[in-house]
Nanobody, 125 residues
Framework: VQLQASGGGLVQPGGSLRLSCAASGFTLDYDAIGWFRRGPGKEREGVSCISSSDGSTYYADSVKGRFTISRDNAKNTVYLQMNSLKPEDTAVYYC???????????????????WGQGTLVTVSS
């Protein structure tokens, strides 16, 4: 399983970015796919995930109403649309698979099935 995140960059506060995660070498035997992040000097934080079974979506309170996760099964790609970005959203964003609980809590990185190299998002004026 390989997960490749892209789409990061520098954006001003209030701006938008869309991250993409391309999956390859995949089986469908995972509970959910989603995103976690790690900001400078911060702990890992689960951001959002989408269920493989029914497409239900879940969000951290810190991004609810601003971020939207979606998937394109034909392209094996998951997206994270980030709007109304804040400086505190600055982080390296990683795509990962695992259970919904593991992805959102991020208590144990080893509880995830797989994760890829991250993409840096910097929100600054």
């Amino acid at each position: 399983v390989q997960l490749q995140a892209s789409g990061g960059g520098l954006v001003q506060p209030g701006g938008s970015l869309r991250l993409s995660c391309a999956a390859s070498g995949f089986t469908l035997d995972y509970d959910a796919i989603g995103w976690f992040r790690r900001g400078p000097g911060k702990e890992r934080e689960g951001v959002s995930c989408i269920s493989s079974s029914d497409g239900s979506t879940y969000y951290a309170d810190s991004v609810k109403g601003r971020f939207t996760i979606s998937r394109d099964n034909a392209k094996n790609t998951v997206y994270l649309q980030m709007n109304s970005l804040k400086p505190e959203d600055t982080a390296v964003y990683y795509c990962a698979t695992g259970t919904r609980t593991a992805l959102l809590s991020m208590d144990d990185l080893n509880a995830l099935d797989a994760w890829g190299q991250g993409t840096l998002v910097t929100v600054s004026s």
